[in-house]
């Protein structure tokens, strides 16, 4: 039914949605606003009837707006499948004409799959309780069951025999080939976005969308996410009304060849994708969304038993009317349904027709699809498959001249996935209190009257005073008691562990704690890098395992309150001058003893291990962390100077190294600047020519030529110059003879390097003698002189001791500054905290930005990408949360520029002599995938985190565990966070005693007995 026009705009909270359509089968226009900002506008027709947006802000307050469009041009209606605003959600609104859609058929409810618990988990709320200390448990990862990574992960079906002339075997072909491969492979890909041959039409687009049921399968993606109860009968019910079609319709359209074509496809344009990272992401996450859906649908037709021959057809049924499941009519699960005409998208070609009656196919078996089977694959991970992807880095580009300068250059950081940190807290109750051992014992005999007095020789008031402060201290002493128990688990972390950091942790699990990274060994049985072939450790030993860590903590904190409470109590002794006391006991009317025994007070708690959530943990090495904090102190002190470098350090280890070429980095007046070096001998030229001439050669004529001191003639040119075409000149220029001649005018001689002096003579024929033209002919004699090579040395040992005395000068004013120089001490132990967090977080940004520029290899053009890439590592990582330790070089010595800023503390110390800090970095729970991506190939990714595609690479040269393992782990750490919210304890708890200040009277003489105490 067609429509007339149709235009208007409404408000969903912080969005302005505004859309026009002309009427049915024109093209409508949909804009979205936000925050009065245009952030969509795009033109819908039949050749692109959905229209995905999502929009992020920039941190630190980052939102994100996105939503879903769909227009059906032969009835003019325009639908907004959803919408995520920060004020609320919408879906299913029916803009055009305006309305909402009538909600879809019910389900048949079905009941709970095998093994699900249908228990309500209540958690136990005592207002009691209180946090006592945090702390990460870190764990490495186990490698991956080939089982688990079909379902887990969407492998490229066709990798190991791609079809011909396709993308993927023309990189295949490139990386065989190993040469110019990064640039190579890019050149492939931008040819097949751009329709190049021979990729003419692979392309999806628009214009040249996919064909048949993988068009329909992308906007089915976000439904698998949110399907509950998910079990296979009720999965397959749900894609068969989305689909519109028929079981066995559906079963017959993907094991069709067409379907394995249109998939292909998929598979080709991703790559192009991928290797121009950034370029189409909304596309390549529908490609993504494409891929995951069509290895379920696959995988489902795949686990189908095969239908015995015999089986008799069975005619379809009729269909129910549209009406009929818009007022909630239910579908029979082996009734076939013929779709409507309405329910197909746009532009969709129509699923296979039968050719004959259909035959009732088998559905997938409950028992080979358990829940936790499917809950896998709807939460699949796409895989590039190797050795095309990771690209490996460009060795063709030439590095920028000005890297030189750039912080991230130069320095050799390493950085890679350490552990999955798993955050608990330890928290307390307290239970009870119970008496401990004696204080003191009060003896009187019968008829006795005993009288203690306890002062102080002062004056009254003073005594008052005395008295006030201990009665205020004595009603507070139980407040006081409970907050010293975590003060001392506090102090006692610090002095173990001295590595800080404050957590937020996030969903599933909300926690804001303060507490401690620990840098013990990994727990064995983990796997992952270290010993991914190690068996994987009982669940009972684990929780074992991180409960020894806190109960010992906690059980030492109450030892160092029992030492502390020790020394209270003498010093109280001590200090009783400061107060008196009279105690009576009169016993002169009594006729039998009277014994007190008075004892101290101990509280008793219980501990135990509470779960929070989990995190990827980085580690990243960085070598002289300080370098870059001395530099700018050495700047803001007024102090403008540079430690000398070593001449051998720049290559110039002997004198003959002293060039006097100036290309050269070791050119003598380059060196001579370098270090200052004003006075020297400059060296002579080393080659020089003289030359004479021997006129009138009517007769023998001869001569001697003077050659400079230092200097060797090496070479000598003889030339004749005559009028007379039968002219001959013979004669010698030293040892060497020469013969000219009119057709022959020219000779060039190589001489015995000569020194001193240089003898020549020449005559002419006899013939040449008598001619009358002899006194217009002439020769010329030009000589070569080199320098020679011992006054070259000589020279060059000169050169080189002067530039030795020139760079100890240098030293020597650079220490006699670096002694005088008055330092600058930091004003708290807060501020030196955080100045060594901010030198660590720069260093750690430059590591990060080196493992781009190791992956990519585009040092030419880094400073292109460099502010992108740094503000997606602001917030991909922690820094709040950064822990570090540091190492001290045991064979180098300090420099001394390192005493300019001598540290205030312990800390600082540490900090300004460290060679090198190790830095354990959290990564936010939504950038872990996209984390791995870039520690893997150098590239972000800033889609649908669920969508990250992955790479399977080692994570380090001699680990035998992959990213792959990797992923797994992070996936299945978000189902234990799940599990977690019903669990209150990680472990059985343990019980604390706490000595108090406290005394209390007991009842009855008898002293008390403690059995247990002794040896077992």
Same mark, same amino acid.
């Given at each position: 039914m067609s429509r007339g026009d149709c235009s208007g705009t409404r408000h969903f909270?912080?969005?302005?949605?505004?859309?026009?359509?002309?009427?049915?089968?024109?093209?409508?226009?949909?804009?979205?606003?936000?925050?009065?900002?245009?952030?969509?506008?795009?033109?819908?027709?039949?050749?692109?009837?959905?229209?995905?947006?999502?929009?992020?802000?920039?941190?630190?307050?980052?939102?994100?707006?996105?939503?879903?469009?769909?227009?059906?041009?032969?009835?003019?209606?325009?639908?907004?499948?959803?919408?995520?605003?920060?004020?609320?959600?919408?879906?299913?609104?029916?803009?055009?004409?305006?309305?909402?859609?009538?909600?879809?058929?019910?389900?048949?409810?079905?009941?709970?799959?095998?093994?699900?618990?249908?228990?309500?988990?209540?958690?136990?709320?005592?207002?009691?309780?209180?946090?006592?200390?945090?702390?990460?448990?870190?764990?490495?990862?186990?490698?991956?069951?080939?089982?688990?990574?079909?379902?887990?992960?969407?492998?490229?079906?066709?990798?190991?025999?791609?079809?011909?002339?396709?993308?993927?075997?023309?990189?295949?072909?490139?990386? @065989?080939?190993?040469?110019?491969?990064?640039? =190579?492979? #890019?050149?492939?890909? %931008?040819?097949? &976005? !751009?329709?190049?041959? *021979?990729?003419?039409?692979?392309?999806?687009?628009?214009?040249?969308?996919?064909?048949?049921?993988?068009?329909?399968?992308?906007?089915?993606?976000?439904?698998?996410?949110?399907?509950?109860?998910?079990?296979?009968?009720?999965?397959?019910?749900?894609?068969?009304?989305?689909?519109?079609?028929?079981?066995?319709?559906?079963?017959?359209?993907?094991?069709?060849?067409?379907?394995?074509?249109?998939?292909?496809?998929?598979?080709?344009?991703?790559?192009?994708?991928?290797?121009?990272?950034?370029?189409?992401?909304? @596309?390549?996450?529908?490609?993504?969304?494409? =891929?995951? #859906?069509?290895?379920? %649908?696959?995988? &489902? !037709?795949?686990?189908? *038993?095969?239908?015995?021959?015999?089986?008799?057809?069975?005619?379809?049924?009729?269909?129910?009317?549209?009406?009929?499941?818009?007022?909630g009519a239910e579908l029979a699960v082996d009734e076939p349904v013929e779709p409507a005409d309405d329910d197909r998208d746009e532009g969709a070609a129509p699923l296979p027709a039968p050719t004959s009656a259909p035959m009732t196919t088998p559905r997938p078996s409950p028992a080979v699809w358990p829940p936790s089977r499917l809950e896998q694959r709807r939460h699949a991970t796409v895989v590039l498959p190797p050795p095309v992807f990771p690209l490996p880095p460009d060795v063709s580009t030439a590095p920028n001249p000005a890297d030189a300068d750039l912080p991230m250059t130069g320095v050799t950081s390493r950085v890679s996935p350490y552990a999955v940190g798993q955050l608990q807290i330890v928290r307390r109750a307290l239970l009870r209190y119970e008496p401990g051992e004696v204080a003191s014992i009060e003896n009187v005999m019968p008829g006795e009257r005993k009288v203690r007095i306890q002062s102080e020789r002062q004056i009254d008031r003073q005594l008052d005073e005395r008295r006030e402060q201990q009665s205020e201290r004595t009603s507070e002493s139980v407040q006081a008691d409970a907050s010293a128990f975590e003060l001392a688990a506090q102090e006692l972390l610090l002095e173990n562990y001295q590595i800080n950091y404050s957590v937020n942790y996030g969903p599933p699990q909300d926690g804001n704690a303060t507490g401690y990274w620990t840098f013990g060994p990994i727990a064995s049985g983990s796997g992952g890098a270290a010993n991914a072939d190690a068996p994987a450790a009982p669940a009972q030993t684990t929780n074992q395992t991180r409960t020894s860590l806190a109960r010992s903590i906690t059980q030492r904190a109450a030892r160092r309150i029992e030492q502390q409470i020790g020394r209270l109590r003498q010093q109280e002794f001590t200090h009783q001058r400061d107060w008196s006391e009279r105690h009576t006991f009169d016993r002169r009317h009594a006729e039998t003893p009277l014994r007190g025994v008075y004892r101290w007070l101990n509280a008793i708690y219980e501990c135990w291990v509470a779960p929070l959530g989990e995190r990827l943990v980085l580690e990243l090495v960085l070598p002289d962390p300080a370098r870059s904090y001395v530099n700018a102190e050495l700047d803001l002190a007024g102090v403008s100077l540079t430690e000398p470098i070593l001449p051998a350090a720049i290559g110039l280890s002997d004198f003959t190294q002293v060039s006097t070429d100036p290309s050269s980095k070791l050119f003598y007046a380059t060196l001579a600047a370098t270090y200052g070096l004003e006075q020297f001998d400059t060296p002579p030229q080393e080659r020089l020519t003289i030359a004479c001439a021997a006129p009138t050669l009517a007769s023998l004529q001869s001569g001697t030529l003077t050659l400079p001191a230092d200097y060797e003639a090496t070479k000598a040119s003889v030339t004749l110059t005559t009028q007379s075409t039968t002219a001959t000149v013979n004669g010698q220029v030293g040892q060497v003879p020469f013969a000219l001649s009119a057709t022959a005018p020219m000779q060039s001689l190589d001489l015995a390097m000569q020194s001193g002096s240089l003898a020549w003579a020449a005559s002419a024929s006899a013939t040449m003698a008598g001619d009358q033209t002899a006194a217009s002919q002439a020769v010329a004699i030009e000589v070569q002189l080199d320098w020679a090579d011992a006054a070259k040395a000589r020279w060059q040992a000169g050169f080189y001791a002067a530039l030795l005395s020139a760079y100890r000068r240098q030293l020597t004013a650079y220490l006699n500054a670096a002694n005088q120089a008055p330092a600058r001490v930091q004003s708290n132990t807060l501020n030196t905290r955080q100045t060594i967090q901010r030198q660590l977080k720069r260093a750690g940004l430059r590591a990060m930005v080196a493992v781009a520029l190791a992956k990519t290899g585009e040092k030419a053009r880094v400073e292109r990408f460099l502010p992108a890439l740094q503000d997606w590592l602001e917030r991909a990582l922690e820094w709040s949360e950064m822990s570090h330790q540091f190492v001290v070089a045991l064979d180098d010595q300090q420099p001394p520029g390192r005493r300019l800023v001598p540290g205030a503390d312990a800390s600082m110390t540490a900090f300004l002599e460290a060679a090198q800090a190790r830095v354990l970095l959290p990564v936010r729970p939504s950038f872990e995938r996209a984390m791995v991506l870039y520690l893997d190939a150098g590239v972000i990714w800033t889609g649908e985190p669920a969508l990250t595609p992955a790479v399977s690479v080692p994570l380090s040269p001699m680990a035998t565990s992959t990213s792959i393992d990797l992923l797994e782990d992070l996936k299945q750490a978000q189902e234990r966070c799940r599990c977690d919210r019903g669990r209150e304890s990680v472990g059985p708890p343990w019980v604390v005693t706490m000595p108090t200040t406290l005394v209390v009277l007991q009842e009855g003489p008898v002293l008390p007995t403690f059995p247990g105490r002794g040896l077992p």
């Amino acid at each position: 039914m067609s429509r007339g026009d149709c235009s208007g705009t409404r408000h969903f909270g912080s969005v302005r949605v505004t859309w026009s359509c002309p009427g049915a089968g024109r093209v409508c226009t949909v804009e979205v606003f936000w925050l009065g900002q245009l952030i969509m506008s795009v033109p819908m027709s039949q050749a692109d009837p959905v229209q995905t947006f999502s929009v992020t802000t920039e941190p630190p307050a980052s939102d994100s707006v996105s939503g879903e469009f769909r227009y059906g041009p032969a009835e003019g209606m325009l639908q907004m499948v959803w919408l995520n605003t920060p004020e609320g959600s919408w879906q299913h609104v029916l803009l055009c004409p305006e309305g909402v859609l009538p909600p879809p058929p019910p389900y048949t409810p079905w009941p709970p799959a095998v093994g699900a618990s249908t228990e309500t988990v209540e958690l136990r709320i005592d207002p009691a309780c209180h946090d006592l200390f945090p702390f990460v448990f870190l764990k490495q990862w186990p490698n991956i069951d080939t089982s688990v990574r079909a379902d887990n992960f969407v492998d490229y079906p066709n990798a190991s025999m791609p079809t011909a002339n396709s993308l993927y075997a023309n990189l295949l072909n490139i990386h @065989q080939l190993g040469t110019d491969v990064r640039n =190579l492979s #890019i050149a492939q890909g %931008l040819d097949f &976005l !751009a329709g190049q041959p *021979p990729y003419q039409g692979e392309r999806i687009t628009r214009e040249q969308p996919l064909d048949g049921l993988p068009a329909q399968l992308a906007p089915l993606w976000r439904g698998l996410q949110t399907l509950q109860p998910l079990c296979v009968d009720r999965l397959i019910d749900w894609l068969l009304v989305e689909l519109g079609v028929t079981w066995t319709e559906l079963y017959d359209a993907v094991q069709s060849a067409d379907y394995a074509a249109q998939i292909d496809r998929t598979w080709q344009n991703v790559f192009a994708l991928m290797l121009v990272p950034g370029y189409a992401l909304v @596309q390549n996450e529908e490609l993504l969304k494409t =891929l995951i #859906i069509g290895s379920l %649908l696959t995988a &489902l !037709a795949d686990s189908v *038993p095969t239908m015995p021959p015999a089986m008799s057809p069975v005619m379809p049924t009729e269909a129910p009317s549209a009406e009929a499941e818009r007022d909630g009519a239910e579908l029979a699960v082996d009734e076939p349904v013929e779709p409507a005409d309405d329910d197909r998208d746009e532009g969709a070609a129509p699923l296979p027709a039968p050719t004959s009656a259909p035959m009732t196919t088998p559905r997938p078996s409950p028992a080979v699809w358990p829940p936790s089977r499917l809950e896998q694959r709807r939460h699949a991970t796409v895989v590039l498959p190797p050795p095309v992807f990771p690209l490996p880095p460009d060795v063709s580009t030439a590095p920028n001249p000005a890297d030189a300068d750039l912080p991230m250059t130069g320095v050799t950081s390493r950085v890679s996935p350490y552990a999955v940190g798993q955050l608990q807290i330890v928290r307390r109750a307290l239970l009870r209190y119970e008496p401990g051992e004696v204080a003191s014992i009060e003896n009187v005999m019968p008829g006795e009257r005993k009288v203690r007095i306890q002062s102080e020789r002062q004056i009254d008031r003073q005594l008052d005073e005395r008295r006030e402060q201990q009665s205020e201290r004595t009603s507070e002493s139980v407040q006081a008691d409970a907050s010293a128990f975590e003060l001392a688990a506090q102090e006692l972390l610090l002095e173990n562990y001295q590595i800080n950091y404050s957590v937020n942790y996030g969903p599933p699990q909300d926690g804001n704690a303060t507490g401690y990274w620990t840098f013990g060994p990994i727990a064995s049985g983990s796997g992952g890098a270290a010993n991914a072939d190690a068996p994987a450790a009982p669940a009972q030993t684990t929780n074992q395992t991180r409960t020894s860590l806190a109960r010992s903590i906690t059980q030492r904190a109450a030892r160092r309150i029992e030492q502390q409470i020790g020394r209270l109590r003498q010093q109280e002794f001590t200090h009783q001058r400061d107060w008196s006391e009279r105690h009576t006991f009169d016993r002169r009317h009594a006729e039998t003893p009277l014994r007190g025994v008075y004892r101290w007070l101990n509280a008793i708690y219980e501990c135990w291990v509470a779960p929070l959530g989990e995190r990827l943990v980085l580690e990243l090495v960085l070598p002289d962390p300080a370098r870059s904090y001395v530099n700018a102190e050495l700047d803001l002190a007024g102090v403008s100077l540079t430690e000398p470098i070593l001449p051998a350090a720049i290559g110039l280890s002997d004198f003959t190294q002293v060039s006097t070429d100036p290309s050269s980095k070791l050119f003598y007046a380059t060196l001579a600047a370098t270090y200052g070096l004003e006075q020297f001998d400059t060296p002579p030229q080393e080659r020089l020519t003289i030359a004479c001439a021997a006129p009138t050669l009517a007769s023998l004529q001869s001569g001697t030529l003077t050659l400079p001191a230092d200097y060797e003639a090496t070479k000598a040119s003889v030339t004749l110059t005559t009028q007379s075409t039968t002219a001959t000149v013979n004669g010698q220029v030293g040892q060497v003879p020469f013969a000219l001649s009119a057709t022959a005018p020219m000779q060039s001689l190589d001489l015995a390097m000569q020194s001193g002096s240089l003898a020549w003579a020449a005559s002419a024929s006899a013939t040449m003698a008598g001619d009358q033209t002899a006194a217009s002919q002439a020769v010329a004699i030009e000589v070569q002189l080199d320098w020679a090579d011992a006054a070259k040395a000589r020279w060059q040992a000169g050169f080189y001791a002067a530039l030795l005395s020139a760079y100890r000068r240098q030293l020597t004013a650079y220490l006699n500054a670096a002694n005088q120089a008055p330092a600058r001490v930091q004003s708290n132990t807060l501020n030196t905290r955080q100045t060594i967090q901010r030198q660590l977080k720069r260093a750690g940004l430059r590591a990060m930005v080196a493992v781009a520029l190791a992956k990519t290899g585009e040092k030419a053009r880094v400073e292109r990408f460099l502010p992108a890439l740094q503000d997606w590592l602001e917030r991909a990582l922690e820094w709040s949360e950064m822990s570090h330790q540091f190492v001290v070089a045991l064979d180098d010595q300090q420099p001394p520029g390192r005493r300019l800023v001598p540290g205030a503390d312990a800390s600082m110390t540490a900090f300004l002599e460290a060679a090198q800090a190790r830095v354990l970095l959290p990564v936010r729970p939504s950038f872990e995938r996209a984390m791995v991506l870039y520690l893997d190939a150098g590239v972000i990714w800033t889609g649908e985190p669920a969508l990250t595609p992955a790479v399977s690479v080692p994570l380090s040269p001699m680990a035998t565990s992959t990213s792959i393992d990797l992923l797994e782990d992070l996936k299945q750490a978000q189902e234990r966070c799940r599990c977690d919210r019903g669990r209150e304890s990680v472990g059985p708890p343990w019980v604390v005693t706490m000595p108090t200040t406290l005394v209390v009277l007991q009842e009855g003489p008898v002293l008390p007995t403690f059995p247990g105490r002794g040896l077992p």
